[in-house]
C-alpha cells in the first residue's frame, strides 16, 4: 500500500515534467494559413487560402499551412502530430485533414495526414509532393511559393478522388526508379566471350597467375540504378469561409524532411 503511494505522485510529477518541456501549441487563427514566421506574403497568402477554401466547401478535406519560427528542442514531426490534434483539423468522423507544417530555425517541413485521406495520399505520394513542388522553393528561399505548389499539387489529387474541378490544382507524377542500361549491349557480350577464348589460347599451362587477372576482370562491371521526378504549377486567387478545424484526427502519416 506504501508503494502505491509512492508510485502514484511519482508518475504525476514525471508526466508534468514531459509536457512542461515540450513547446506550447499556438492558438489557430481559424483560417488556412496561419504563418506564425511571417514568411509568407499576402499575394500567396490569399491564393493559398482560396485553394484551400475552395477544396474544403467540395470535399470536405482541410488544407491547412502552418509556419513556426521556433519550437525550441522540441522534434518537428513530433509537434505537428500534436498540433493536428490539439487544433484537430478536419472534420469529426471525416477525418480528412492535411497539415503542411514548417520549422524556420530548423528548415524542416512536416505534411500530417488524417485518417480520412491516407487511402489516397499515402506516404509515398506525400512524400513526391515534398520533393517536386515545396522543397525546391523553400531551398531557395521561396516560402510561399512552396507551400502553394504543395497545396496546387495535394488539390489536384483530392480533386482526382472526389471527381471535382478545383480551379489552379497541378498534378505531382511519380516517376518509379528505372534500370540503367549496362554499357555495350550485346555487342559488348560477344566481344567478351571472344577475349575469354583468345585469353584461354594465351595463357593456357601458366599456373595460377591468369586465373587471378581474370577473377579481377571478371568483378570489375556492375550495373547501376537511378530515377527523377517532373512536375509544374499554376496559381489562384481568394475568397469564402473555412470550417476545417472541426475535431479531425490525425492518422500519424505523412512525410517531409529538410531544405
Excluded at 3 to 14: E, G, N, S
Excluded at 99 to 106: E, G, K, T
Excluded at 121 to 143: E, F, S, T, W
Excluded at 180 to 206: D, E, P, Q, Y
Aim: some cysteine; glycine content about 20%; hydrophobic content about 40%.
Amino acid at each position: 500500500m506504501k508503494m502505491k503511494h509512492f508510485i502514484l505522485p511519482f508518475f504525476i510529477l514525471f508526466s508534468f515534467s514531459l509536457s512542461f518541456g515540450q513547446y506550447s501549441i499556438p492558438q489557430s487563427n481559424g483560417r488556412p494559413v496561419n504563418d506564425f514566421a511571417d514568411v509568407i506574403s499576402a499575394s500567396y497568402e490569399r491564393q493559398i487560402e482560396a485553394l484551400a477554401v475552395e477544396v474544403f466547401n467540395k470535399t470536405k478535406v482541410a488544407i491547412v499551412v502552418v509556419t513556426m519560427p521556433s519550437i525550441g528542442d522540441d522534434e518537428y514531426r513530433d509537434y505537428a502530430n500534436r498540433l493536428f490534434e490539439t487544433w484537430g483539423i478536419g472534420t469529426r468522423g471525416l477525418n480528412r485533414g492535411i497539415l503542411i507544417f514548417n520549422v524556420v530555425d530548423q528548415r524542416k517541413v512536416q505534411i500530417e495526414t488524417g485518417y480520412g485521406v491516407e487511402g489516397f495520399l499515402n506516404d509515398a505520394r506525400v512524400g513526391d509532393i515534398y520533393r517536386q513542388a515545396i522543397r525546391p522553393h523553400l531551398a531557395q528561399g521561396d516560402y510561399g511559393g512552396g507551400f502553394l505548389a504543395g497545396v496546387q499539387a495535394i488539390s489536384a489529387i483530392v480533386a482526382a478522388e472526389f471527381k471535382v474541378s478545383i480551379s489552379g490544382s497541378q498534378a505531382v507524377h511519380h516517376q518509379p526508379k528505372t534500370q540503367r542500361r549496362t554499357r555495350g549491349g550485346a555487342g559488348g557480350g560477344l566481344c567478351t566471350i571472344i577475349a575469354l577464348v583468345i585469353f584461354f589460347s594465351l595463357f593456357r599451362g601458366r599456373g595460377i597467375l591468369p586465373w587471378l587477372f581474370l577473377g579481377s576482370f571478371l568483378g570489375g562491371g556492375r550495373g547501376h540504378s537511378g530515377g527523377g521526378f517532373g512536375g509544374g504549377f499554376g496559381g489562384g486567387g481568394f475568397g469564402g469561409g473555412f470550417g476545417g478545424f472541426g475535431g479531425g484526427m490525425s492518422g500519424g502519416g505523412g512525410a517531409g524532411g529538410g531544405y
